[in-house]
């Protein structure tokens, strides 16, 4: 499926690392060659036609975003460098303020780094407790287990949509809801949902949301930060300087722009939300549902080919994802990814940035075959060949 659109495959590799970066089609890359060749001014700073020209696209490109997770205003789409800082600045600029010492703030073992840190630096200087909502035997988040582990001392639950090892959706409607129903904010990190699924903000009624372009299809260093309105008043900036402010004096006078601008600090990255938006005008063409389903039969595929081979050990039979993480009984998994890459395969190896999560799985390091739609079930053919042979991984791989 649309394998013609993406230059990268024509050089015949195998990429299964989607979950790291994404592949870019021919028309993203054509719209950011267009503004750096044909109207490489800058954003909301000039009085002459470039200027007026890259302001609407990059407005354009923000309206795209609101609509494409369906958010109420545009004011709720703040575009940042990707999903990390849209977190770090959820957690410095709108909770360390709010929150006292001994609040606590349910995050999961499963979290990627992104979603842990920032919590980790606010308990070190602010004295909030980090606790962990425990997982269920698949390594999945219930309403259940997120109901044992509040206390009246819970201000905010932090949660990937879709974690980035094990691949799990986590019901994020229903933690949403209650969470509401006992005054807890939810951030939801949708670094790994929102290339793959439709996202309802309103519907799911999430208070946060932040995810990054480069693993949809989009350019690197641009990412969302979507927050409710009356939350983002609340943000403090974290970035001051230009763009940002209405006025200022020697007298240390300050007036902010309104949001969403006075939350994107400095010179943005114009090419980057410019091709975010073409990013997202190409997935909608194929169709959110489309891709999770194309996604879902990719993996159920090579989940039924993988589970007949004695040596792979699936950390993740089920789930709803294209993630598949495994290990080749007894060897390592740097190992493994190097045999692999001698045959054009691209996967990712290690822990995946999710450092804390072997608590939960009892490995610290996998292999991961992360899937987009482009991907074909003659890729995985191909690769799970390549995997059979136990003896031929271990003579062939250094
Ligand atoms: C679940 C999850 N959260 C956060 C991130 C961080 O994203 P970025 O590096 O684009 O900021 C990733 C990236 O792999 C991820 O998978």
Redesign the pocket.
């Known amino acids: 499926m649309k394998q013609e659109d993406f230059p990268m495959l024509r050089q015949e590799y195998i990429y299964f690392d989607n ?2 970066t994404t592949l870019k089609p021919q028309c993203v890359i054509d719209k950011i060659k267009d503004y750096y060749e044909n109207y490489s001014a800058n954003a909301h700073r000039g009085d002459y036609d470039f200027s007026y020209k890259v302001d609407q696209a990059y407005e354009n490109a923000r309206e795209i975003v609101r609509n494409f997770i369906h958010a109420k205003k545009r004011e709720e789409i703040v575009f940042t460098s ?4 849209s977190l770090n600045m959820i957690a410095f600029g709108f909770f360390a303020p709010l929150l006292e010492p001994g609040d606590e703030v349910l995050i999961t073992q499963s979290e ?1 780094a ?2 842990v840190l920032p919590w980790f630096i606010l308990e070190q200087k602010k004295g909030i407790v980090v606790k962990y909502i425990s997982l269920d035997e698949d390594h999945y988040v219930t309403l259940e287990n997120v109901k044992k582990s509040i206390t009246p001392k819970t201000k905010v639950i932090s949660i ?1 949509g879709v ?2 090892v094990i691949g799990d959706a986590r019901p994020m409607k229903e933690i949403t809801e209650f969470a509401h129903e006992n005054n807890i904010f939810v951030v939801c ?1 949708g ?2 949902m929102v290339p793959h699924v439709p996202v309802d903000v309103e519907y799911l009624d999430i208070d946060f949301l932040a995810f ?1 372009g ?2 949809m299809c989009g350019p690197t260093g641009v ?1 969302v930060l979507f927050g409710k309105s009356e939350l983002l008043e609340a943000m403090e900036p974290q970035n001051y300087g230009g763009g940002m402010n209405e006025s200022f004096d020697s007298a240390s006078e300050v007036e902010l722009k309104e949001l969403p601008t006075r939350l994107e600090g400095g010179t943005p990255n114009i090419a980057g939300v410019i091709g975010l938006g073409e990013a997202i005008l190409y997935l909608e063409k194929i169709g959110m549902k489309k891709i999770h389903e194309v996604e879902q039969e990719l993996r159920t595929y090579a989940i039924e080919k993988m589970m007949h081979i004695p040596h792979l050990d699936i950390l993740d039979l089920e789930s709803d994802s294209g993630i598949i993480s495994f290990n080749v009984d007894g060897i390592f998994s740097q190992d493994v990814a190097y045999y692999l890459n001698k045959y054009k395969v691209c996967v990712r190896a290690g822990n995946h ?1 999710a450092k804390i999560l072997k608590n939960e799985v009892g490995v610290t390091n996998s292999l991961r075959m992360s899937f987009y739609f482009y991907n074909t079930k003659e890729e995985i053919d191909t690769v799970i060949d390549l995997l059979r042979d136990k003896e031929r991984i271990v003579r062939e791989m250094l």
């Open positions: 979950g790291a990707g999903t990390t800082q990627h992104s979603n990937a974690t980035n990190d670094a790994q990054s480069h693993k990412g940035c």
